[in-house]
């Protein structure tokens, strides 16, 4: 489990590519390593990674972690170069304050920045999702202004939403925008989605009580309630 906090940013210094996934080598991390082991969780871009080698000796320390071929394709570490930062926060430890949200670090999907636009010291972005899919449903029904959302490992605040043109909005201030990667970041540039989990129980269980099955979304799941009703009403 993760905060959406992020606590370093490191650089992409190794990508080793093969038909199984990709090994990706984050240096200038020393910082968030000292207590560190194998198999411990870090949050790369907002995608949860296992640890699989580490040292703290080198000069600025380094670990590496093992993509796989589901990971490439839900997220942008693909797409990374040696030479970029990425957004780094370890697991949350049950001894801390608890200061953004419950953040799984499991990507739900990709969005794309459409706009940027100063704000006094502040930075305004705007994203668009892509069109859903049967295999990627729209995301949107999570999203609702001032509520949260995960981008690039980042607990941020929503400030707005538009369902029809697939979009959504934040606002960062300057100080987030010196502590993590999206506000470098360019228009037509691709970041990783993490949608709030909460509202995802919530729309299953909705569902779930209105005796839809796992695969039927609400709305169609709604037309079919009333169209039942219509039938044993005897009305056309």
Not at 108 to 125: E, M, N
Request: charged share 20%; glycine share 10%; aromatic share 6%.
């Amino acid at each position: 489990m993760f905060t959406g906090l992020i606590e370093h940013l490191g650089t992409v210094s190794s990508l080793i590519t093969d038909a199984g996934g990709c090994t990706l080598t984050i240096a200038d991390s020393a910082a968030i390593l000292g207590d560190c082991h194998i198999g411990d969780s870090i949050a790369v871009n907002g995608a949860c990674l296992t640890v699989t080698e580490f040292d703290t000796q080198v000069q600025g320390g380094f670990f590496k972690v093992w993509l796989a071929n589901e990971t490439l394709e839900r997220t942008d570490l693909g797409e990374r170069k040696v030479g970029n930062q990425v957004n780094l926060e370890r697991a949350m430890g049950a001894h801390v304050r608890f200061g953004g949200h419950f953040v799984q670090a499991h990507v739900d999907g990709a969005a794309t920045i459409i706009d940027r636009v100063p704000d006094g010291d502040s930075l305004r972005i705007t994203f668009q999702l892509p069109p859903p899919t049967t295999e990627r449903p729209s995301l949107l029904p999570y999203l609702i202004p001032k509520g949260y959302v995960t981008i690039d490992g980042a607990s941020l605040t929503l400030t707005g939403v538009n369902d029809i043109e697939r979009t959504f909005s934040v606002m960062l201030i300057k100080h987030t925008q010196e502590k993590i990667t999206l506000s470098r970041k360019v228009v037509a540039s691709k970041v990783n989605i993490e949608v709030d989990m909460v509202g995802k129980y919530v729309q299953k269980s909705v569902v779930a009580a209105l005796g839809g099955g796992e695969d039927q979304g609400l709305k169609s799941l709604i037309e079919k309630i009333v169209e039942d009703v219509l039938v044993k009403k005897g009305l056309p």
